[in-house]
């Protein structure tokens, strides 16, 4: 018994290694090493709303089902490092006899070889807040040559979003990606209205945070604010994102405050 925990255990030479970190409450994925090195996503909940909340019936992946899943070639040994933002989370797929939790200020290791093609799916599986039922994990185990199509989908699109930070964005196209951002990763909280859920999660529509000072709203944005619910985006979202998401807030429902935040400011409240 010992020799097959300690086998079970070993994640030397590995071909790929991912490191997967839990927020509140999606899963961020860094590949590291081998083919693939320098991709980097977030992985959201992408079963509709409309399902969640009973206006709709509920697909055949309910809750199981993400926006940008893990992709890994078939038959190869995937090292995944785990570690979380702001609580204890898990990283666990059944399939692959794999669950290792993701701890704030810990890396903890784990490893799989997946033998055949197909959709594998998992959860969070440590309670780690109000949405804890919302951050699934899907991994697509691919053949070798779909893999590298991938990687270069990826690596192009990564191309494209540095890009974007470095360009100037009318006000009008911020908004319009605003829109989208704040969809994804604001409204389970703040509301899909702006209302919030006080008092954990306060209103934006008619937010003086939101309307006023855009240093002070950027800071909250990158930086979250200690105590309280709200996240840190920084490290989640990329200086066009944000920008986009500010600005659309600065002007969603009843607020006016007429100007744009540039992924260029962005970069300067980071102090790059």
Known sequence: ATKAVIKMKD?????????????QWKWGYDYLQGEG????????????????????????????EVDNPMVVPV????????????????????????????IPGFIRDTWFRAEQEGVFRGVCAELCGRDHGFMPIEVHVVSAEAYTDWVGTQLAMREAAAA???????????????GDVYATHCSACHQ??????????????GSAVATGDPAELLDVVLNG?????????????????????????????????????????????RGR
């Open 11 to 23: 994640t030397s030479e590995p071909d790929i290694t991912v490191k997967a970190t839990g927020y």
């Open 75 to 102: 038959g190869k040994k995937i090292r995944v490092l785990t570690t979380a933002n702001d609580v204890i989370h898990a990283w666990w797929v059944p399939a692959f006899g794999v669950k290792q939790d993701a």
């Open 192 to 205: 899909a209205d702006g209302k919030g859920i006080p008092p954990a999660f306060p209103a934006l529509d």
């Open 225 to 269: 604010r200690s105590g309280t619910a709200m996240a840190a985006f920084g490290a989640q979202l990329s200086d066009s994102e944000i920008a986009a998401v500010t600005t659309w807030l600065r002007s969603a429902w009843d607020n006016d405050a007429g100007d744009s935040i540039q992924p260029a400011d962005v970069a300067a409240a």
């Open 37 to 64: 090195e320098g991709i980097r996503f977030l992985s959201n909940l992408s079963t509709p709303r409309a399902q969640i909340e009973g206006r709709e019936d509920k697909g055949e992946n309910y809750l199981l």
């Open 164 to 178: 974007d930070d470095a360009r100037e964005w009318t006000e009008a196209e911020l908004a319009e990606r605003g």
